[in-house]
């Protein structure tokens, strides 16, 4: 009987060890911050979830998507957002930088999955650059995949369609 009881505690470590080593953290949200405003980092906003802002959040997110607010910070024309989706079964947490209403860069702050993880690499990140929305919150833009990383490329390309709308509600944004 001990021996059973020690063999299942050292089993519930390692499956939950593996679960808690499968999370990297490539950019803190302090460094994101630094790289999309190099001089000094402004104030954090935010946009209320509801009415509008909610209704086009769950349209692109899905309808059990909930939030408080909608954070991000803005410095003239240019916004930064920090998002999270889920890949597969665990959360993306992705930085996105928005300039003159079209995507300038995307980073991946942390990655908890243990497929997909490709999505961190620049070669996978840097076609997002440019990109902008069109009718019914799509991109102007395919996004290639990545065999083997579906769910995690199309959380990225869910969270880059709700930084580019959300952006297209901040009041001192004018994307027309």
Known sequence: MIR????????????????????????????????AFSDETPKRKGLRFKGEVKEIAQKIMGSNYKKIRMKYWRQDQ????????IGKVELITAGFIVENCRISSVHVLIYRETHGWEVKYPSFRDQFVGVNMIADYKLDKSIDGISGATLSVNSMEKMTRLALAMNSLVPEINCK
């Not at 240019?78 to 989706?85: D, G, Q, S, V, Y």
């Open 4 to 35: 059973f009881l020690i063999i299942s505690l050292f089993i519930g470590l390692f499956l939950n060890s593996k679960t808690v080593f499968s999370e990297e953290v490539f950019l803190s949200k302090k460094d994101f911050l630094k790289i």
């Open 78 to 85: 240019k916004t930064a957002w920090i998002l999270e989706r």
